[in-house]
């Protein structure tokens, strides 16, 4: 089977990383809104979560400048993508629900190394990440010495950034580790490569933009 390299070891580091941080954040995010787990928000164990949390927070914030600093021509080439819209990705999010419910693939156009829902919660993340860090920085080091009505608002925009990226994250984990139709995607963040069939059924533009790259390079 042939395959292709999608994803660089650096950027399945990165993605690994966010993924258990965001994990460790979330779960321990949890203890607080969850009366089953208030447990866990007080005490000891509450000391541990709120250090947890802490831990996760920097690995989080860590993990974009690893992604930058050791492969920073694919991190620009990512945010490109992330911001790039057309018609043709529109066109792709009406179809998709079709597509993934009854496998109608003929409604979505071709696309890109990224499909524009992979575009819309990478949009999503990275906005959501800049309200995490501001946000939770000003909730770890500012109570107290910021405005209440101030905190407040803080807090609220912390939680509506958690509630927008767990439901695509959620949505995320189904498509890559359960949909039959995608379940080969995680294998590139896995051993950096897919199938070229893979390749050509869900981003066939990127495909024959590889493929170019290969010939103009003369392998």
Request: glycine content about 8%; hydrophobic content about 50%; overall charge positive.
């Amino acid at each position: 089977m042939n395959t292709i390299v999608r994803f660089k070891a650096p950027e399945r580091l990165a993605h690994w990383l966010h993924f258990v941080a965001f994990t460790v954040l979330l779960g321990t995010g949890m203890f607080i809104y969850l009366p089953a787990l208030r447990a866990f928000a007080t005490g000891n164990a509450g000391e541990a979560a709120r250090l947890a949390h802490r831990i996760a927070a920097l690995v989080f914030m860590l993990s974009p400048i690893i992604y930058l600093v050791f492969s920073p021509r694919e991190f620009f080439e990512s945010l490109r993508e992330m911001f790039k819209w057309g018609p043709d990705d529109f066109a792709w999010l009406r179809g998709a629900a079709a597509y993934y419910t009854y496998g109608r693939k003929a409604q979505l156009p071709p696309q890109g190394k990224y499909n524009a829902g992979q575009k819309l919660n990478a949009l999503t993340q990275f906005i959501a990440f800049g309200v995490f860090v501001v946000t939770g920085l000003l909730m770890w080091f500012g109570k107290g010495a910021v405005p209440v009505g101030v905190f407040r608002w803080v807090v609220i925009l912390h939680d509506l950034a958690v509630i927008a990226t767990t439901s695509l994250f959620v949505l995320h984990l189904y498509l890559v580790g359960i949909h039959p139709l995608t379940r080969e995607s995680i294998t590139a963040m896995v051993e950096g490569s897919v199938s070229e069939a893979y390749a050509k059924e869900h981003h066939t533009l990127w495909l024959e933009q590889v493929r170019d790259q290969k010939k103009g390079a003369g392998e």
